[in-house]
């Protein structure tokens, strides 16, 4: 078996926990339809069925795969989407697990990146993953700051952190594919300050200029730097104004991830933090929009009621 098909397998089989009783669907679009091919031939000889169905390529994050997808994912017990731009904040992912359906999602995944990321330590990963969560759960105000300048507020209390695992095999749990973060959405409309987003923009990829967004009352209120932050800030536009909601405090736990241009991976690399404009209603939040873009902040010191939980990129927890 080749380091490829080893990983798909790696995927359905431990992070997924596709049994012989259970169907499985695969949706993908033409870019990642011959990586989804790997996935769904990896599943075979463990599932019932597994089905695979190909749909048109969305324009952004967020946006709602088109009937009759939503119920197709809503009546499987398990649901990979393999796709180019991301369905884990949309209503067709939070209808099929309110379904039961377990979902794991793999926006923009790419062979690379399925190789290195499905040899990490998953239950090490976990473990990390779910003490950040605690952290957050607790806190009561966030506060990352960074030497290029990011200063950002973000009241937290009372809201519980999600720990993404990356293990995905009990009903209506959903994740992405690779995984490994802690994030929950801020308190909306209180967010203040400003993040130099250095790393990468979801849909855009890794920057070659830093893209500077100002909050204020928890909306990015102006966006400056070259020409990644104007198409970021054209993107905005395109979508309204509750793209602007500032949607999720997110932190990396997976020491196997590395800076990609790729979200998927790029959101879950050990000693980052990222934040997220746009849809925050499957974190539990009242803004619905078909947009949710991560940006990723490096080497972020990160405080929880003070306490520093990163200390310029290096953990401390």
């Known amino acids: 078996m080749g380091d490829l098909q080893n990983a798909a397998l790696v995927a359905v089989r431990d992070c997924l926990g596709i049994t012989g009783n259970e169907t499985l669907l695969v949706v993908t679009d033409p870019p990642l339809a011959a990586l989804a091919s790997v996935l769904v031939e990896a599943a075979r000889p463990l599932a019932r069925e597994v089905l695979l169905v190909v749909y048109g390529e969305r324009e952004?994050?967020?946006?709602?795969?088109?009937?009759?997808?939503?119920?197709?994912?809503?009546?499987?017990?398990?649901?990979?989407?393999?796709?180019?731009?991301?369905?884990?904040?949309?209503?067709a992912r939070r209808a099929a697990t309110a379904a039961g359906a377990r979902v794991a999602t793999m926006p923009g995944i790419t062979p690379d990146c399925l190789i290195r990321t499905m040899n990490a330590d998953y239950h090490a990963i976990a473990e990390r993953t779910v003490k950040v969560a605690g952290l957050l759960t607790r806190a009561r105000v966030a506060r990352i700051t960074t030497r290029r300048g990011t200063d950002l507020t973000l009241p937290i209390e009372g809201i519980a952190a999600i720990a993404s695992t990356g293990l995905i095999r009990k009903s209506a749990q959903w994740g992405n594919l690779p995984s490994g973060e802690a994030y929950l959405r801020p308190e909306e409309g209180r967010a203040e300050g400003v993040v130099i987003v250095d790393g990468a923009l979801a849909g855009i990829g890794t920057l070659t200029t830093p893209v500077r967004i100002a909050v204020r009352g928890g909306l990015a209120t102006d966006v400056s730097g070259?020409?990644?932050?104007?198409?970021?800030?054209?993107?905005?536009?395109?979508?309204?104004?509750?793209?602007?909601?500032?949607?999720?405090?997110?932190?990396?736990?997976?020491?196997?991830?590395?800076?990609?241009?790729?979200?998927?991976?790029?959101?879950?690399?050990?000693?980052?933090?990222?934040?997220?404009?746009?849809?925050?209603?499957?974190?539990?939040?009242?803004?619905?929009?078909?947009?949710?873009?991560?940006?990723?902040?490096?080497?972020?010191?990160?405080?929880?009621?003070?306490?520093?939980?990163?200390?310029?990129?290096?953990p401390r927890f």
Not at 74 to 88: G, Q, R, Y
């Open 226 to 314: 070259g020409e990644e932050a104007g198409r970021f800030s054209a993107q905005l536009e395109s979508v309204g104004p509750m793209a602007r909601n500032l949607a999720e405090l997110g932190v990396g736990t997976n020491d196997r991830a590395v800076l990609t241009g790729k979200i998927l991976e790029d959101e879950k690399i050990l000693g980052t933090v990222h934040v997220a404009f746009g849809n925050n209603a499957s974190m539990g939040g009242t803004v619905d929009v078909p947009f949710h873009v991560d940006g990723i902040i490096l080497e972020p010191t990160l405080e929880l009621d003070g306490e520093v939980v990163l200390d310029q990129g290096m």
């Open 60 to 91: 952004v994050n967020g946006q709602e795969p088109p009937r009759p997808v939503p119920e197709a994912m809503a009546s499987v017990d398990a649901v990979l989407a393999v796709t180019s731009k991301s369905v884990t904040h949309t209503a």
